[in-house]
């Protein structure tokens, strides 16, 4: 079973094409394949390309809990560079479908830098979703393990939570992150955010991953809270996203219509033993 390795930022993923699998993995798989210690380790898999009457390509995204994710940014950026290495594609713009709806993607020459037309943002409680009557979720509060914040949620084909904070650290992100992120208010669970705003065209985040944990950078957590900090009158439209992994550029055009610009690494292909998935290890169900 052959995988290929990238990481956007720090945010590791294997592409996994069902041409070179052969088949669907189950979950207990999943779960092993990206486990730090028993499996190969990633942030999740990246299993493409799909047949797709909608788009150029289809590509469904994996967490390590084996639960699927809507869309990532860092995903779609590291798929397409595969989708470049495989010479699939060119500099030229083309579409993939994801569960979170069809997104338009472009591999800069050199294959290096990849820019991601993320979709429209939405504060919308029923589209995110967040339970209640219909609102836009704008500054409300939350309180968990003892502590109250004040947070938006946000939709980008997945749903966030963004926290604007004085101050952030991996320690709040670990402490906090998963709380909020099964917190009953959001029904679908939620990407979790803490932002602090450095100026007009700078923030910063520390980010807790639904189905994957504490994370050193994300594209859709990235065009999530850039989003936020713009409907709050916080920034300005064009800004970078400061992440523990490294920037992201974002832009917020009409409509909140978020585009992402960012790198991506190549790391390694591999092949995974049958071994591997008869002896997995204690806690890897």
Known sequence: MRF???????NDYLVMDPVEVGRELSPREIRLVCHRNYGVGSDGIL?????????????????????????????LRIF?????????????PFTIETAGGVVRSRVR???????????????????????????????????????????????????HCV???PEISEALARQYGPLIETEPRFLNRTNVQFLKVEDRR???????????GYTLASGSSSSAAAAVAHRLGLVDRDLTVHMPGGDLEIRIGDGYAVSMAGPVTRVSDGTIDPEMFEGAGKGVA
């Open 4 to 10: 290929h390795r990238y990481h956007g930022l720090g």
């Open 47 to 75: 299993f493409g390309p799909l047949p797709s009457t909608s788009a150029a390509f289809r590509l469904r995204i994996f967490n390590p809990d084996a639960s699927e994710a809507e869309k990532s940014g860092n995903g």
């Open 80 to 92: 397409s560079r595969f989708l470049f290495d495989r010479g699939l594609v060119r500099s030229d």
């Open 109 to 159: 020459p050199g294959g290096r830098e990849v820019e991601v037309e993320m979709g429209r943002v939405t504060f919308d409680s029923t589209r995110i979703p967040v339970s209640g009557p219909p609102r836009e979720v704008l500054n409300e509060e939350l309180t968990v393990g003892g502590r109250s914040f004040v947070y938006s949620a946000a939709g980008i084909g997945n749903p």
């Open 163 to 165: 926290l604007p904070l």
């Open 202 to 212: 700078n923030i910063r985040i520390e980010i807790w991953e639904r189905g994957a």
